[in-house]
């Protein structure tokens, strides 16, 4: 059973920084990618970054220079650095991972966590 965990959210100002972590458990090694996911107020999910097992990259363009996604050594924490927060980043985040073909492709998500961000 995979478990994601998030932490790091909260109350910051324009210009501020925060850093999220996803703490995951369970079969770990099936996993292609993991990487963050936000939902701002009245709209649907959109991508924020992702990594792969591999350690390539991919951000959303609103996130490019500003965010950076990393993983830990053990590959079982996924970080998200946010810098330069913008109150448009107002969101609940959440973490994914996403499992080989050969394990169905499947997707798993944390609870979210809350960021916001004030003018």
């Known amino acids: 059973q995979v478990q994601l965990v998030e932490s790091g959210g909260g109350l910051v100002q324009a210009g501020g920084s925060l850093r999220l972590s996803c703490a995951a458990s369970?079969?770990?090694?099936?996993?292609?990618?993991m990487g963050w996911y936000r939902q701002p107020p009245g709209k649907e999910r959109e991508l924020v970054a992702t990594?792969?097992?591999?350690?390539?990259?991919n951000y959303a363009d609103s996130a490019k220079g500003r965010f950076t996604i990393s993983r830990d050594n053990a590959k079982t924490t996924v970080y998200l650095q946010m810098n330069s927060l913008k109150p448009e980043d107002t969101a609940v985040y959440y973490c994914n991972a996403r499992t080989f073909p050969w394990y169905g492709n499947r997707d798993y998500w944390g609870q979210g966590t809350q960021v916001t961000v004030s003018s």
């Open positions: 369970g079969t770990i090694s099936s996993f292609k990618a």
């Open positions: 990594a792969t097992i591999g350690g390539s990259t």
